[in-house]
C-alpha cells in the first residue's frame, strides 16, 4: 500500500513537472554593483527603465529592484537582511525578442530570484494608515474635462489625476504611513494645488529650504482648501515579505 502511495506521488510530481511553465529568463543580464558618485535623475538618485527592448536600473537596492518588479510600493515591502536598503546596483537585461511590461517584470523576479537567491512570500496585515477622505465642506474641486487637461501648468499639482493617484503621490511624497483613497470619488479630477504656495509655506515651517517632511505636510495643508483631508486609520495591506536575500556574485 506505502509503495502504491509513493508510486502515485511520483507520477503526480511528474506531471505537474512536465505541464508547469518554466520561469521566463532574460537573454542577457549583468548586475554590478553601482558607482555612487554618477549622477543618476530619478527616484532619490536611483532610476529604472524598463522598456520592450529589456530593463536597465541604475543605482538601485534589492528593496528598489523589488518595488519594480512586482510592481508595489516601498511600505509594502518588510524582512530581509538591513543591506537590501543600503547595497546598490546598475542592472542591464535584455531579453531574446521584444517582451511585454509584465512579460520583463516575470523576468526581473526570476532574474533578481537567481542572482540575488531571493525568496518571497505575502502576507496580509492590518497597518497604521492615512485615510484620505472628503472634509465637512465637500469636494471643492471639478471632474477633468479635455478642455481643462488640454493645457497642464507646470506651478499646479493633480491636473486630471484620480484619487488613487493621489493617494499614492502623498504615499510616496514623505508620509510616514500608507495613503489610502476613501474618497469614494471615481474618475479624474483637476485639483490644482498651487506647488509655489505649497512650496513657500514649507520653506517658511523650514526656516529656509524645506525637506521633503515640510513639503509634505504643506501640501496636506492646502489640501483642506480644495476639500480634502488625511484621517488617521487603520487597514488590511497586503506585504512582500521577504524570507532570504544574498548579494550576488560578480559576473
Known sequence: MKLKIERAALAIAIVVGLTAAPAAQFDVASIKPANPSAPIPGRMGSHANISPGGVRCRNESLKELVEDAWSIENYQ???GPGWI?????????????????EQLLQMLQALLADRFKLAVHRETKELPVYALVIGKGGAKFNRSTAATTAKPSMN?????????????????????????????LAGNYDLNLDIEAIASAAAGAAGGAPGIGNMFQATVDAMQDIGLKLTPSKAPVELLVIDHAERPSAN
Open 77 to 79: 515591502i518588510t524582512g
Open 85 to 101: 536598503s543600503s547595497a546598490r546596483f546598475d542592472i542591464d537585461a535584455k531579453p531574446s525578442g521584444a517582451a511585454t511590461r
Open 156 to 184: 499646479r499639482l493633480g491636473r486630471n489625476v484620480s484619487m488613487a493617484w493621489f493617494a499614492k503621490y502623498l504615499t510616496r511624497f514623505g508620509s510616514d504611513r500608507p495613503v489610502i483613497d476613501k474618497t469614494g
